[in-house]
């Protein structure tokens, strides 16, 4: 397993200078051969000459937030990252990684969610390279790896939990967004570590359910959502109907028996429970025939 080692290279402003000047001297002391007719002696400072053009060839730019990868036939020297002109042999091959924030929008997938429900679901993911020699050695195309894993890890996200739910003590896709974001930075960068990147943000940009059920499911979370709101309503009369009779019984106010009580707490729960307003009837009469 390959991992990022920095490697230290020349000054590329000192190293040309330095090329340059020797280039100038050979080329004086060149032509100065030739005129004094010293045959073996000019062929020998052309070689010179040749080897340090060849050695401006190994003058090369790191910009920032930028990597090189350096190789000599095939082995791995190091990383050069100090941004600037840099000079390092010219065999060496320099490939370039770049090191900037990047994100992308995956596809919208269709999937079946926890309940079996077919559902259209997409990522943003954002990721950076954080190992050059990983991203470089470990995969063949680190961006395309990016992007297959980090749909597979969003296919496998929405499997495990369902698309909605009413109930308090259970996680859904549309209702606890933060924490579905943060298990899906988790999944995905379970499965870029090898290559070297780090997920710094996934969440979920699209969700909704397939075309063919969109309308069925609309009046299922309706009815549930009338389901959840009733059995809340329910749960607030019975305790209102409760302080009720305790006030009743505590303040003496009026004495009920157990039909009457049955009675009072039937017609509160009518009261509490029904969506329409209710009538008031007035009784002029006893209580008792």
Excluded at 20 to 47: D, H, K, P
Excluded at 55 to 68: H, K, Q, T, W, Y
Excluded at 77 to 84: D, F, L, R, S, V
Excluded at 148 to 164: G, H, K
């Amino acid at each position: 397993m390959y991992t990022e080692k920095p490697i230290k290279v020349a000054p590329g402003w000192a190293a040309l200078t330095i090329l340059l000047t020797l280039l100038a001297l050979v080329s004086w002391a060149l032509v100065t051969r030739i005129m004094a007719g010293q045959v073996f002696a000019a062929i020998a400072l052309g070689v010179v000459g040749l080897v340090l053009v060849a050695c401006l060839f190994g003058l090369f730019i790191v910009n920032p937030n930028e990597a090189r990868v350096v190789q000599l036939f095939g082995r791995y020297i190091g990383t050069a990252k100090e941004p600037g002109l840099r000079w390092a042999n010219p065999l060496y091959s320099k490939a370039h990684v770049s090191q900037r924030v990047r994100n992308f929008e995956s596809s919208r997938i269709k999937v079946n969610e926890l309940e079996g429900n077919p559902i259209e679901i997409a990522a943003v993911v954002v990721w950076k390279v954080v190992d050059s020699a990983e991203a470089l050695f470990e995969v063949k195309d680190y961006e395309n790896y990016v992007h297959v894993q980090s749909e597979s890890a969003l296919r496998n996200l929405s499997t495990s939990y369902p698309y909605d739910t009413h109930m308090a003590d259970q996680m859904s896709l549309r209702g606890n967004t933060a924490e579905i974001a943060e298990h899906l930075k988790t999944e995905i960068q379970s499965r870029l570590d090898r290559a070297g990147v780090a997920v710094i943000e996934a969440r979920i940009s699209h969700l909704a359910y397939a075309p063919e059920i969109a309308s069925a499911m609309l009046q299922r979370q309706q009815a549930g959502a009338i389901i959840a709101a009733r059995q809340r309503i329910v749960e607030g009369a019975v305790g209102m109907v409760e302080m009720a009779l305790a006030l009743l019984s505590k303040n003496r106010i009026v004495e009920l028996d157990e039909e009457r009580k049955a009675q009072m707490v039937s017609n509160l729960l009518v009261v509490l429970c029904s969506d329409r307003a209710t009538q008031p009837v007035v009784n002029a009469g006893t209580m008792h025939p």
